[in-house]
């Protein structure tokens, strides 16, 4: 269950609306986590690239 979406004032007071909380609440459905250098790469989550898995996954928006 996300931060924003929780009951618990303790968990929405660490959710900053910027995707800092690592909760996934802030998270727009058109928003994806992709690597810089495989771009073809989309997760859900923040993370490491699963084809180089070095790289760390970046937040980026399908608008």
Known sequence: MGCCNDNDQTNKDK???????GQGC????NDYYTCSMHPE????EPGKCPK???MD???KSSE
């Open 52 to 54: 180089c898995g070095g």
């Open 41 to 44: 790469i989309h997760e859900d």
């Open 57 to 59: 996954l970046v937040l």
């Open 26 to 29: 802030c998270q727009d459905k």
């Open 15 to 21: 959710c900053k609306g910027d995707h800092t909380c």
